[in-house]
Nanobody, 121 residues
Framework: QVQLVESGGGLAQAGGSLRLSCAAS????????MGWYRQAPGKQRELVAA???????NYADSVKGRFTISRDNAKNTVYLQMNSLKPEDTAVYYC???????????????WGQGTQVTVSS
């Protein structure tokens, strides 16, 4: 199994910054994509940003230019630097990893427990 542990959420003022971290551990053979989704109250979960093991990135249009995703493959850790935060960024942020525990299995998506990000106006 693969466990994901998130940290770094909290309260920020509009225009401020927060940095999220997510470390994967357990029986990991390899990880392809890692990234973040978020879910605000009453809304569907949406992709915020993702990064492959090769460093290719993908961002939601709403966060482009404000958020930066990065990754340390040696530590199986992904980061999300969030700048110029807006109240509409308020949500629970979930880390995910597209991983295998052996070379002979299909990839599975693993999820963190979620971390709350609240941005006040």
């Amino acid at each position: 199994q693969v466990q994901l542990v998130e940290s770094g959420g909290g309260l920020a003022q509009a225009g401020g910054s927060l940095r999220l971290s997510c470390a994967a551990s357990g029986s990991i053979f390899d990880i392809n994509a890692m990234g973040w989704y978020r879910q605000a109250p009453g809304k569907q979960r949406e992709l915020v940003a993702a990064i492959t093991s090769g460093g290719s990135t993908n961002y939601a249009d709403s966060v482009k230019g404000r958020f930066t995703i990065s990754r340390d493959n040696a530590k199986n850790t992904v980061y999300l630097q969030m700048n110029s935060l807006k109240p509409e960024d308020t949500a629970v942020y979930y880390c995910f990893a597209d991983a295998r525990t052996t070379a002979w299995e299909w990839r599975n998506d693993y999820w963190g427990q979620g971390t709350q990000v609240t941005v006040s106006s």
